[in-house]
């Protein structure tokens, strides 16, 4: 089965996609008629920096056995036996931050949200986008992705490329094939040395 | 195999289904004293709140023991146990059951008042769904409540009276709440906001007795001769095992009075287990043997016990004490150490407050390990520091980075991955 597939050296913190995250859970879906709606929509995933200051996106890793499923007071949080997603019931969920204590990547959020009752807080988690799934599209944060830190394939093919890919970087007589972009390379390492001078 | 549960909380039912993913055929029975579904027992303050009905507290479903197969005997509770002819015995009746395997489960009890009047109408425990049922009864009529106690679950009673439209006054002894949880900067911030959101709160309050007259209480009367009036009283001053049945046998009991398990939850006699607030494990951050009553450990120490009932052995990594609540405008997560011993320099303690955000944020280390955590708002990041003291990693950057605004769990290094 196809899943994000998520690539951190390869992330800029362009932040593209949590905008088109946030667009994508929002009522209207689409950008210009988000921003004015009420509650506003928000990303499910989030780009911080990195432990040089490079970009990092970071998202629900939909884990087996999911720890915040089984810390979850009501049940709210439940998974989807078809594709494997972690999901959230908003009308069980009681806002108690279980699930963001029993969380080791630090993903969960809690706010509003359209699609849960009215003023109530709930948290807030990736959803692999199955409802774009379901209409033949792919997750909206992959879709909008320039870099190629988020990808949607299956893991055995993401790691059979990424061989390849390596392999390719360090054989003679291929063509040229960097690991990793040169631009995107370029502006990681530029970060990564205002970094390190900040330190100094 | 015959198994057999004490308790149908958290940690027996956790324990039931795992037991039952390994051995379909063998006989499940499930001794516990109340007669109900699976529940969600922290639920019971929201329940008193009025934000959840009563059925919502169930979580699984009604045909919990028919599905697994399991023979209930429910309302009775256990009496003793005769651990060398692997026998039970419900009540003081003729009941008797059988086990090869036996798990208890049978959580931990409130402790009660030894003050006068403490037995008068109107004077509630709350752990469990009847007794906040006779709660809310109570606050039908009722204009005051007192809480006594200011831990977690005396919070979450006085803030679901407020709900409930009561005038309530909170008593406790120390000079702040949750004692146990957060330090004394936390706890006077604590306090402020409680006072701030109308909860009247005594500090350094002793109960001297409960006052009625008839069969209604009145007032609570401290040491210092105050009088509380009150309609009803909830007595919240924590939980004990509820290890009465096996105090005087061979199962070996701890100095928290829980029942001591090692590495795969079994206690010190062959065959027969302990999991949830009624276990003594070892605790990873303090490195002791302590009972952490919490639902998560409740949770994953059920299921390592069924499986290893069950044959399949799994090691239990042990138990780490944490809590988070979102009460009163705050939100507040702990875990591990928050308070280390002053005289010990092998700890270290990193800090940041942000006045404006109302934020005090407070990491415990010993030696290069994160043993403890203090979050007073922004918890967002707090699994992620709590993943660090549960896998006892090794910290290898700057302490200070971890508090840094911007945290998350990229900034960590990719060797705590591996
Ligand atoms: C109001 C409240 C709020 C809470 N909030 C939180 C929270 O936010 N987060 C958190 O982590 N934890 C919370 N807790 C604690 C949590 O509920 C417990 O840690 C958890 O329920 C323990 O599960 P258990 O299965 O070990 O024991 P229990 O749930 O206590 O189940 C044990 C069962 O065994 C029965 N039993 C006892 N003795 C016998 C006997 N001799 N014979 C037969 N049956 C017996 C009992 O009646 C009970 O039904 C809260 C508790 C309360 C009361």
């Known amino acids: 089965m196809k899943q994000v597939q998520v690539h951190p050296e390869r992330c800029l913190g362009c932040m593209q996609c949590m905008l088109a995250c946030a667009t994508a859970h929002s009522r209207t879906k689409s950008l210009f008629t988000a921003v004015g709606e009420s509650p506003l929509p928000k990303p499910r995933l989030h780009v911080g920096a990195g432990s ?37 019931d908003p009308d069980l969920c009681i806002n108690c931050a279980s699930c963001a204590m029993a969380c080791p990547f630090g993903v969960l959020r809690y706010h509003q949200d359209w699609v849960a009752p009215a003023a109530k807080i709930v948290a807030q988690k990736c959803d692999n986008c199955l409802e774009r799934q379901h209409e033949g599209l792919i997750p909206a944060c992959v879709e909008v992705c320039k870099t190629g830190a988020l990808t949607f394939e299956e893991s055995d093919e993401a790691l059979r490329r990424k061989t390849r890919e390596v392999a390719r970087s360090v054989s003679m007589g291929m063509e040229e094939q960097p690991l990793i972009p040169t631009g995107v390379q370029l502006l990681r390492q530029a970060k990564k040395q205002r970094f390190e001078m900040r330190c100094r | 195999m015959e198994y057999v549960i004490i308790g149908n909380g958290i940690a027996g039912t956790s324990a039931a289904e795992a037991i039952r993913r390994l051995d379909r055929q063998g006989a499940i029975t499930m001794i516990a004293d109340e007669d109900e579904i699976p529940y969600c027992r922290p639920m019971i303050s929201n329940l008193l709140a009025g934000d959840i009905a009563a059925e919502r507290l169930a979580i699984r479903p009604s045909s919990f023991y028919d599905d697994l197969n399991i023979k209930p005997v429910l309302g009775r509770r256990v009496q003793s146990i005769d651990p060398a002819a692997g026998k039970v015995r419900v009540g003081d009746s003729d009941l008797i059951v059988p086990f090869d395997r036996l798990l208890i489960a049978s959580g931990a009890d409130p402790r009660i008042s030894e003050v006068p009047g403490s037995q008068l109408p109107g004077v509630f425990c709350l752990r469990n769904r009847s007794q906040a049922l006779d709660i809310m009864a109570a606050a039908e009529h009722g204009r005051k409540a007192v809480v006594v106690g200011g831990g977690l679950v005396g919070l979450k009673a006085a803030h679901a009276l407020q709900s409930r439209g009561l005038q309530v006054v909170m008593l406790i002894r120390s000079a702040h709440p949750l004692r146990l949880q957060v330090d004394a900067s936390a706890g006077r911030m604590i306090l402020a906001k409680l006072r701030e959101h109308g909860l009247q709160v005594l500090v350094e309050a002793e ?14 009367v401290l040491a210092d001769g105050q009088k509380i009036p009150a309609d009803l009283a909830v007595i919240a001053k924590g939980v004990a095992p509820a290890a009465g049945f096996a105090a005087d046998g061979p199962i070996g009991l701890g100095p928290g009075g829980g029942i001591v398990v090692n590495n795969t939850l079994e206690t010190t006699v062959p065959g027969i287990y302990a999991a949830g607030d009624v276990a003594e494990t070892m605790d990873v951050a303090r490195r002791e043997k302590r009972v952490n009553a919490i639902w998560p450990e409740a949770v994953e120490q059920g299921i390592a016990a069924g499986f290893n009932m069950a ?53 415990v280390f010993r030696d290069d390990r994160l043993v403890g955590m203090m979050l007073i708002n922004g918890i967002e990041q707090g699994g992620v520091l709590l993943s660090l003291i549960r896998r006892e990693v090794a910290i290898v950057e700057k302490k200070e980075r971890l508090l840094e605004p911007g945290f998350q769990v990229g900034k960590l290094m990719p060797q705590y991955f591996k």
């Open chain 2, 311 to 363: 044959g399949r052995r799994v090691a239990y990594r042990g138990s780490l004490s944490r809590n988070v609540m979102r009460i009163y405008g705050l939100d507040i997560m702990t875990a591990g150490v928050v308070e280390p011993p002053a005289a010990d320099d092998s700890y270290e303690v990193v800090a940041v407050t942000d006045k404006h955000r109302d934020i005090y944020h407070k990491l």
């Open chain 1, 52 to 88: 040089h200051d490079e970009g990092f996106p970071n998202r629900c890793r939909h884990c087996d056995p999911a720890p915040c499923l089984l810390a979850c007071l009501p049940g709210a949080i439940f998974r989807d036996p078809d594709t494997g997603t972690v999901l959230v």
């Open chain 2, 207 to 220: 109960v001297a007795a409960f006052e009625g007259s008839g069969k209604v209480l009145e007032n609570i």
